[in-house]
């Protein structure tokens, strides 16, 4: 249900977070319609009717959002992922009938998952808003997603039939660093030809980009467009993946002394490390920039989302046993940080709890001289805030179709 990084303690709400309030500040039209509910006699079985039938959720009246529940309860809860708000919020139950509300203000552009929470007696089951049909898969499930004003699915997200399809193969790359097998899906260009050179990208967590950040989908579709050149994309499988991932130098020594000298032998990719881009999201960003530190100028191009860069901060560190071989790694890069890459693009959702270490490597990676670009967006740790930057991340890391090379 939820992706790794996400384990801190919560911090008060700043400037444009969500944050929650009265139905009674919610505006009009949609929530005119519960507040006549509210305010007026008990309603009816056919009038809740009514009022669900005729009504879209959760309502949304500009920066109000209202989470409806109908349902036998002693107690609902929204449950959602909000860094600065608890985690947990009440729901206000309408008298005597089996409705339920909420109401939070949600900035323009926001993006938020959420489940509910229904406690009867000892009782406490998670389930999705069977108000909302909107979902969002991960590798934990699903969750509901409600979408402030002014969001929208980028298009370049969805299947075009115009665009070319780029093909898919696997590998498997025996790895004496890991002392495994590492299984990679290859993603070919659709006018992939041997008499030609690409440049190449490694992802990592390849697998739930292509499942659950629809990345074939937006490779198609930003090369159709020319807004990045036809390149190969190596789509990684970790193994234990929060060993491998931790700033593991082994991890490291398996990328680029056995699967960039396996590619280059099989592919034509262009040779210069600076056509060569490493990339992935929460410890997938830290085993990214830690291969980056651990082989320097190795990849000329960076792709870091929502890193689970902690480090030590006042004398500690707030997230547990689990991220101290990342701690570690994050202090003796902070330390001495090193000019390993050209560009790094480096991207966070304000709501994430990761959001502070994020804005503060950022001056960490430019004090190098590295080309550093650092996107914000109102959105949490998940799949979809990760799919939604790509097309800005790639767009700048690899612009255009001037990349391509002929033999």
């Known amino acids: 249900m939820k992706p790794p990084g996400e384990e801190a303690p919560r911090r008060p709400a700043g400037p444009g977070t969500v944050t929650s309030r009265a139905v009674s500040q919610a505006s009009p039209p949609a929530a005119a319609a519960l507040r006549a509910l509210i305010q007026g006699p008990t309603p009816d079985k056919a009038a809740i009717d009514r009022f669900l039938e005729t009504h879209v959720f959760p309502l949304l009246d500009g920066a109000s959002c209202t989470f409806v529940y109908r349902g036998d309860a002693d107690r609902v809860l929204l449950r959602h992922w909000i860094f600065g708000l608890p985690a947990s919020q009440a729901f206000q139950k309408l008298k005597k009938t089996d409705l339920w509300f909420l109401t939070m203000a949600l900035p323009a552009s926001s993006r938020v998952e959420y489940k509910l929470e229904i406690v009867r007696g000892d009782r406490r089951e998670l389930i999705e808003d069977p108000l909302n049909k909107e979902r969002a898969r991960d590798p934990f499930g699903a969750n509901s997603v409600v979408h402030g004003a002014g969001y929208e699915k980028p298009v370049w997200t969805e299947f075009d039939p115009e665009a070319r399809q780029g093909s898919l193969e696997d590998l498997v790359v025996p790895s004496r660093a890991l002392l495994s097998d590492q299984r990679v899906t290859m993603y070919l260009p659709s006018r992939f030809r041997k008499v030609r050179r690409y440049p190449l990208l490694i992802v990592h967590d390849g697998g739930d980009y292509l499942r659950f950040a629809s990345l074939q989908t937006v490779l198609d579709n930003l090369i159709h467009g ?25 991890h490291g020594r398996y990328l680029v002394e056995e699967l960039l000298p396996r590619l280059t032998a099989r592919y034509p990719i262009l040779e210069d490390p600076k056509n060569r881009g490493l ?51 994050m202090n ?23 959001i502070y270490e994020n804005r503060s490597i950022v001056p960490v990676l430019q004090s190098t001289g590295m080309e550093v670009r650092f996107v914000e967006s109102r959105d949490g740790h998940n799949w ?24």
């Open 226 to 250: 020319l807004e990045i050149p036809e390149m190969i994309v190596a789509l990684s499988y970790p193994g234990e993946r929060l060993t491998e991932y931790a700033g593991n130098p082994a």
């Open 384 to 407: 979809e805030n990760w799919r939604d930057r790509l097309r800005e991340g790639l767009s700048w890391l690899f612009p255009g179709p001037q990349w391509m090379v002929y033999e």
């Open 332 to 354: 003796a890069f902070r330390a001495d940080p090193k000019h390993v890459s050209d560009q790094v693009f480096v991207s966070c959702g304000i709501y994430e709890s990761l």
């Open 279 to 329: 990339m992935g999201a929460s410890f997938g960003a830290v085993a990214s920039l830690a291969t980056a530190w651990q082989f320097p100028g190795a990849f000329g191009r960076l792709l870091l989302q929502s890193g689970s860069f902690a480090f030590t901060d006042i004398g500690r560190h707030h997230r547990g046993p689990l991220f101290d071989p990342v701690v570690e790694f």
